[in-house]
């Protein structure tokens, strides 16, 4: 599985957010473990299922085993999230985020007067930033780098968490979509 932000750290960042009028925003990789290249160190091979073909007119299935060498991570594959997470982690790196010593997940990031705070899960991104440019500079980083990358509208993230921003600047979280789940 991938690694996620604690708990904690996403609270404390709500809490900067309000207590500093941060915007908050949220994006997701579109097939994120499939962007992630497979170690050199070890080879992996997927069989393919039988496929038809045709034999004397007739449709019939072909039972010969047929496999392939994988390249990218797949889900479904053990390390798939180890690797989606070491890639990401690169990534915002090589953009000059400095990654928190007591949450990998969380990263900052800063532009002159602007800040931007990023926490991951899994293959969603939540920003806390000063400014919406900040994080529409990094957002086309990414779709360079990873292709599809999406603005989550409010609620609809793995996460489940309605954000709201209230005229007088505070931030309103809600699970509701979750507890009705429940």
Known sequence: SSATF?????????????????????????????????????TTYLRLPPRPKEVDGK???????KYVK?????????QAGLLWNKLVTKTLL?????QLEWDPCVFTFEAGEQRLYIALYVDELLF????????N???????QQFGEVSEVTE???????????????????????YIAKI
């Open 6 to 42: 604690r708990s904690a750290s996403v609270k404390i960042l709500f809490s900067i957010a309000a207590k500093q009028g941060l915007k908050v925003r949220m994006a997701d990789v579109k097939a994120a473990y499939t962007k992630a290249f497979l170690d050199e160190t070890e």
């Open 59 to 65: 449709c019939v299935m072909d039972e010969s085993p």
């Open 70 to 78: 994988l390249i990218r991570s797949l889900y479904g594959l053990k």
């Open 94 to 98: 090589d953009y000059g985020c400095q």
């Open 128 to 135: 806390c930033a000063t400014d919406d440019s900040i994080v």
């Open 137 to 143: 500079n990094l957002l086309s980083y990414l779709e």
């Open 155 to 177: 609620g609809a993230s793995h996460l489940e968490l309605f954000i709201g921003h209230l005229p007088d600047g505070s931030i309103k979280l809600s699970q509701s979509g």
